[in-house]
């Protein structure tokens, strides 16, 4: 079963579907040029979703987080001769999410865009919320937009290939948002670490929903992060910097810095 929830924002609603919701993208695509942007590896394990539309494919790794890589993405988006009314869909990670979002909101002065985030990470963290940001001078989101997509989906389809480290770095964000805002949901979580690794569907469905609820409440009241939304951020300053230091990944990180 397919949950919903919005993020309400001035410059729309923003639609979130958890659950097996990869099917309903067609239907949520508008009549015109759709143009997909993803990564080496998800077009390598899902090579028929990008037969369709036109592919704009990028490397892997925070490495590619930077401004060279937008200036690939446009010059692709000139090549393929996308107008405003083209619409860009970003099926990924975290990094695919954040580029796709930004090249949307910059490009002719901003494009539509969806998501389909396809890590556990970026279904609770990067793909929701509207926060687009780009590495800059070796400091991490330093340019970005806040800029919400027209859609998201969020299908745990999408994480049978991911390694248990990666699940984990999904867990610390959902651990991060639990401790700011729900104890009920931060029980559920300690009994469920195992069920969750194991990618238990209806565990991980209820997990990624209650943790974006919260999210989106928090978002539909702050958009532009002048306040409330900056609790979101528990963890992050010290996670940011050993993620920079020592090479961890960004939920690693995160797990550290909230202790």
């Known amino acids: 079963m397919v949950k919903c929830l919005e993020i309400k924002g001035s410059a729309g609603t923003s639609r979130i579907q958890v659950g097996e919701s990869f099917g309903q993208l ?3 695509l508008p009549a015109g040029q759709v143009i997909r942007l993803t990564d080496s590896n998800v077009r390598r394990y899902y090579p028929k979703e990008f037969e369709a539309e036109a592919v704009i494919e990028i490397g892997t790794g925070e490495k590619i987080k930077e401004l060279e890589t937008l200036r690939y993405i446009y010059e692709r988006l000139v090549e393929l001769q996308a107008d405003r009314f083209s619409f860009l869909v970003g099926l990924g990670g975290g990094i695919v999410c954040d580029l796709t ?3 949307a909101s910059t490009y002719m002065r901003g494009i539509s865009f969806g998501l389909v985030p ?3 990470l970026a279904q609770v963290d990067a793909g929701v919320g509207g926060k687009n940001g ?3 001078s070796g400091y991490k989101n330093m340019i970005g937009t806040f800029n919400q997509p027209e859609f998201v989906l969020c299908d745990p ?3 049978k290939t991911l390694p248990s480290r990666e699940i984990s770095c999904g867990l610390a964000e959902m651990v991060k948002t639990a401790a700011i805002d729900d104890q009920a949901l931060f029980s559920f979580l300690e009994k469920n670490v195992q069920p969750t690794l194991r990618l238990d569907p209806q565990i991980l469905e209820t997990l990624v929903y209650r943790s974006l609820a919260i999210k989106a409440g928090i978002v539909t009241r702050d958009t ?3 306040g ?6 528990f963890g992050h300053t010290l996670g940011h ?3 920079k230091v020592t090479g961890l990944s960004h939920g690693e990180a995160i797990s550290l810095g909230m202790v």
Request: charged letters at 30%.
């Open 228 to 233: 409330e939304r900056r609790r979101l951020n």
């Open 118 to 120: 396809t890590t556990l």
């Open 101 to 103: 979002g930004f090249a």
């Open 157 to 159: 389809h999408f994480l």
């Open 134 to 136: 780009v590495n800059f």
């Open 224 to 226: 532009r992060e002048k």
């Open 26 to 28: 067609s239907v949520c």
């Open 241 to 243: 910097a050993l993620e």
